[in-house]
């Protein structure tokens, strides 16, 4: 059975910086897949914050994200992380990591997510 257990999440102050860990067991990051972090504010849309392919390492961002937010994944640990820097009240949301094919849609993973408040 597959799990994946977000943690990392907690309140910080704006211009903070938080690292988010999404660690996942029964699964093997070493298979073509995206590894993603979504996150979803109260009255607010699932937003798509960052990918990440395996084998390639290839990332993408959103605009709103960009320069500020790292993905990265440790195939070894089965670990994707988050690197949050310069932290805005905009970013508070639940963060939920996503684990996909690269090809097909064979399965979709999904974490239950951990809490992100950016607040003074």
């Known amino acids: 059975q597959v799990q994946l257990v977000e943690s990392g999440g907690g309140l910080v102050q704006p211009g903070g910086s938080l690292r988010l860990s999404c660690a996942a067991s029964?699964?093997?990051?070493?298979?073509?897949?995206?590894m993603k972090w979504y996150r979803q504010a109260p009255g607010k849309e699932r937003e798509l914050v960052a990918t990440?392919?395996?084998?390639?390492?290839?990332?993408n961002y959103a605009t709103s994200v960009k320069g500020r937010f790292t993905i990265s994944r440790d195939n070894a640990k089965n670990t994707v992380y988050l690197q949050m820097n310069s932290l805005k009240p905009e970013d508070t949301a639940v963060y939920i990591c996503?684990?996909?094919?690269?090809?097909?849609?064979?399965?979709?993973?999904w974490g239950q997510g951990t809490q992100v408040t950016v607040s003074s």
């Open positions: 996503n684990i996909v094919p690269l090809y097909g849609l064979e399965y979709d993973y």
């Open positions: 029964g699964f093997t990051f070493s298979r073509s897949v995206m």
């Open positions: 990440i392919t395996n084998p390639t390492g290839r990332t």
